[in-house]
Every structure is written in C-alpha cells, then in structure tokens.
T-cell receptor
Framework: EAGVAQSPRYKIIEKRQSVAFWCNPI?????LYWYQQILGQGPKLLIQ????????DSQLPKDRFSAERLKGVDSTLKIQPAKLEDSAVYLC???????????FGPGTRLTVT | GDSVTQMEGPVTLSEEAFLTINCTYT??????LFWYVQYPGEGLQLLLK?????DKGSNKGFEATYRKETTSFHLEKGSVQVSDSAVYFC???????????FGQGTELSVKP
C-alpha cells in the first residue's frame, strides 16, 4: 500500500513570495491533516479535512495560509506572502475515518530567506 | 487549553541502558494517547498507543501505560539499542478523531 505522498520535498523562497505544497493521502482515507513543524518543536495542526470539508482550521493563519481539498482526495496548502517565521517542515497526514493512527508523509521542508 | 509536556532532551544513553521519557498531559476529558517516533531522515510513525485508563501500549520493546490519576504516559524500554536513536513525541488526541497535540519531542541518542 502506498503511503502519504508529498511534494516538493524541499523549497527555498524569499520572503513575500508565494509557495504551494501538495499532498496525496493513502487511498480511501477520508481525513487529511496539515501540520507545521518548526525546528526543535512538535508538529502543530494547521487544518483538518473530512472528505472535502474543513473540520478544524482554528490555528491556520488565514491572512496568508490557505488550503483546499476539492475532490476529497489530494490537497494543496498555499502560503502567500511568506514570512521568515514560516520556515518549517510541513507535514501531511491521513486516517481512514478520523480516529486512531495518523499516517504521515515525509514532509516538505520550507526555507524562507 | 489542551497541552502536553515532555521531558527535555537530548537524552544520551549507552547501549542496553534503561530508558524513560516522561510525558504528562492536561486532564481535559479522556484523550487517547500516542507515542510517535521520527528516525533520522524519515517521517513520523506511530510507535504505540493507549485509548483508555490503565491500558498499556507496547511495540518494539517500548511500553507506556495510560495513568489517569497522574495524567501521565511515560515511555519506557528496558534495554535500548543504537537503532533506537530518534526523536520521540508524546501526543494526546482530545476529541477522538481530530488533531493530535504534540509535545516538543525528546531526542534520544544511544551510543555503542
């Protein structure tokens, strides 16, 4: 069974530029999560989708971050414009029905200069 | 709000030493409790879990018991190996299907 796929694996941009990350969850998994992991910290949830609906986006900085999961399968997370403090690893995870083990992708390491 | 506190790292041990990584969580409701591990260069993966009080999760020689009275979920292993070197995260799940609240992580380094 294929795992959670993410791309790109690495991205370097200048502040005020925009960037997008892509995630393809495990086939059949209804729930998808985006986490931000700043160096030396644990991951923090940004947004949770159940199929193509948003369940929790309370910690998403909506003035610059957006995410979508239009067909209830893959998802895109965008940052526009980026700030230096957005430098982090962005992790995508999925579960079949929202409970139990979350399966994580390899992450996208973003560096904002 | 909901939170979790982990023992600070890095922790450096010799091979075959006993390991304990402390984890305590805020007592809001009855969360499920998870330990995730991140090996060098790899993604996060589930190590073990416990879903109710007094449950013991175990995997790969690691164990943790859900202690409701002390709101703790300490990770233990009787004899660590070099291959256990990784970052360990404690993570309660408070709303049974939603987000995990991760601790700051504890880096473990095991020397031969």
């Amino acid at each position: 069974e294929a795992g959670v796929a993410q791309s790109p694996r690495y991205k370097i941009i200048e502040k005020r530029q925009s960037v997008a990350f892509w995630c393809n969850p495990i086939s059949g998994h209804a729930t998808l999560y985006w986490y931000q992991q700043i160096l030396g910290q644990g991951p923090k949830l940004l947004i949770q989708f159940q199929n193509n609906g948003v369940v929790d986006d309370s910690q998403l900085p909506k003035d610059r971050f957006s995410a979508e999961r239009l067909k209830g399968v893959d998802s895109t997370l965008k940052i526009q414009p980026a700030k230096l403090e957005d430098s982090a690893v962005y992790l995508c995870a999925s579960t079949p029905g929202g409970e139990g083990e979350q399966y994580f992708g390899p992450g996208t390491r973003l560096t904002v200069t | 709000g909901d939170s979790v506190t982990q023992m600070e790292g890095p922790v450096t041990l010799s091979e075959e030493a006993f390991l304990t990584i402390n984890c305590t969580y805020t007592a809001t409701g009855y969360p499920s409790l998870f330990w995730y591990v991140q090996y060098p260069g790899e993604g996060l993966q589930l190590l073990l879990k416990a879903t109710k009080a007094d449950d013991k999760g175990s995997n790969k020689g690691f164990e943790a018991t859900y202690r409701k009275e002390t709101t703790s979920f300490h990770l233990e292993k009787g004899s660590v190996q070099v291959s256990d070197s990784a970052v360990y995260f404690c993570a309660p799940n408070y709303n049974q299907g939603g987000k995990l609240i991760f601790g700051q992580g504890t880096e473990l380094s095991v020397k031969p």
